[in-house]
């Protein structure tokens, strides 16, 4: 498989790493679009949201609860952030292994674009 994601979970592709246990990565996007901007990924590969069933589908709670605790740790918990994923092409999704953005520290606009 040539996902840039996997190879980030094996080890083939370095991150700058914040988390990571034995079911997710989170991880510093390369290309911030805010203060603090990270993806947080399931090491399992899943496609998209659409590849999401019964039995997989514990890994999404367990990213946004840790999205919740690290948004708490790194201290911007109170001031708010915003988690945002894309789904197919339309929806933005470049890379085709689920993700979730995570951005904070300033000011988020609605509509995001």
Known sequence: MDCIFC????????SNKI???EDIIAFNDLYPQAPIHFLVIPK???ESCNFLDRENSE??????VKIAELAKE???????YRIINNCNDHGGQTVKHLHFHVLAGRSLNWPPG
């Open 7 to 14: 190879k980030i979970v094996n080890g083939e592709i370095p």
């Open 19 to 21: 988390y990571e246990d």
């Open 44 to 46: 399992k590969h899943i």
């Open 59 to 64: 890994v999404v709670a367990k990213i946004f």
């Open 74 to 80: 790194m201290g911007f918990d109170e001031s708010g």
